[in-house]
T-cell receptor
Framework: EAGVVQSPRYKIIEKKQPVAFWCNPI?????LYWYRQNLGQGPELLIR????????DSQLPKDRFSAERLKGVDSTLKIQPAELGDSAVYLC????????????FGPGTRLLVL | GNSVTQMEGPVTLSEEAFLTINCTYT??????LFWYVQYPGEGLQLLLK?????DKGSNKGFEATYRKETTSFHLEKGSVQVSDSAVYFC????????????FGKGTTLSVSS
């Protein structure tokens, strides 16, 4: 069974530029999560989807971040414009259902904003 | 609020040494508890979990027991290997539907031969 796929693995951009990350969850997983992991810290939730509905986006900085999960499968996370403080690893995870099910993580996208 | 506190790293051990990584939590109700591991260059992987008090999670020689009285979930292994070198994260999910993992800051383990 294929795991969670993310692309790109690395991205370097200038500040104020836009950037997008893509995630393909494990087949059949209804719940999808985007986390951000700052250097030396644990991951923190940005947004959680149940199928195509964003059910928890309270931690998403909505002035510059947006996300979508069309058709309840793949998801894209976008930052526009990027700031220096957005440099981090962006992790996508999926689970079969929402309530305390095991979450499976992708390898992450490492973003560096210069 | 809900939070997880892990011991500061890095932890440096010789092969076959005993490992303990401390983890304590703050949560309302009865959370589920997890240990995730991140090997160099790889994504986070679930190592073990426990969903109720006194449960013991185990995998690959690692163990952790859910202690509600001390709000702890310490990770142990009797004999570490070089291949165990990684970053270990303690995490919880509050016992309510529709919530994500809350992680500690992670503890780096380095095992030398």
């Amino acid at each position: 069974e294929a795991g969670v796929v993310q692309s790109p693995r690395y991205k370097i951009i200038e500040k104020k530029q836009p950037v997008a990350f893509w995630c393909n969850p494990i087949s059949g997983h209804n719940t999808l999560y985007w986390y951000r992991q700052n250097l030396g810290q644990g991951p923190e939730l940005l947004i959680r989807y149940e199928n195509e509905e964003a059910v928890d986006d309270s931690q998403l900085p909505k002035d510059r971040f947006s996300a979508e999960r069309l058709k309840g499968v793949d998801s894209t996370l976008k930052i526009q414009p990027a700031e220096l403080g957005d440099s981090a690893v962006y992790l996508c995870a999926s689970s079969a259902s929402d309530f305390q099910e095991t979450q499976y993580f992708g390898p992450g996208t490492r973003l560096l904003v210069l | 609020g809900n939070s997880v506190t892990q011991m500061e790293g890095p932890v440096t051990l010789s092969e076959e040494a005993f490992l303990t990584i401390n983890c304590t939590y703050t949560a309302t109700g009865y959370p589920s508890l997890f240990w995730y591991v991140q090997y160099p260059g790889e994504g986070l992987q679930l190592l073990l979990k426990a969903t109720k008090a006194d449960d013991k999670g185990s995998n690959k020689g690692f163990e952790a027991t859910y202690r509600k009285e001390t709000t702890s979930f310490h990770l142990e292994k009797g004999s570490v290997q070089v291949s165990d070198s990684a970053v270990y994260f303690c995490a919880l999910i509050p016992n309510q539907a529709g919530t994500a993992l809350i992680f500690g800051k992670g503890t780096t383990l380095s095992v030398s031969s």
